[in-house]
């Protein structure tokens, strides 16, 4: 009888963790592809802007401080590979994104030879949470 009563509740809590994370997933998708409606979303057109800073390979920079021109190498193979890359602009960092869902890789293809130099660009900005995403442009060595 103890072990009946165990597997039930067992069963029961698999059954109501599944509901839980089925259910955020639904509100997640909703809202990622429904119109954005969360309050938090103040940013959902993106503001146009234009900076000057360096880009950088966000992975190594992040983890170890890496960037300069002899990080290049380095921040090209990452990028080729869908890892962040960023725009450090004196103390924010702006992570780089493609237009919409668009893949980074693809994203990025257009970027690489401007890797780890000094560049302006324009573009919009997202802003959330206190992260800054940046769809670039238009972009040339500054």
Known sequence: MRKTIISIVVLLSFTYTQQIF??????????MHEGHTNVE???????????VGEL??????????????????????????GLPIGLLVEDE???ISGEGHKS???AYKPLLKYLETKVMVKGKVFDKYGVKMLVIEKIKTN
């Open 41 to 51: 979303n103040k940013n959902e057109e993106g503001k146009d802007i234009t900076l």
């Open 93 to 95: 960092v702006y992570q």
């Open 56 to 81: 950088i390979g966000l992975t190594c920079f992040i983890k170890h401080g890496s960037k300069g021109a002899s990080h290049k190498s380095c921040a090209k193979d990452c990028a080729e590979k």
């Open 22 to 31: 089925s259910h955020d997933d639904d509100k997640h998708d909703m809202n």
């Open 104 to 106: 980074l890789i693809e």
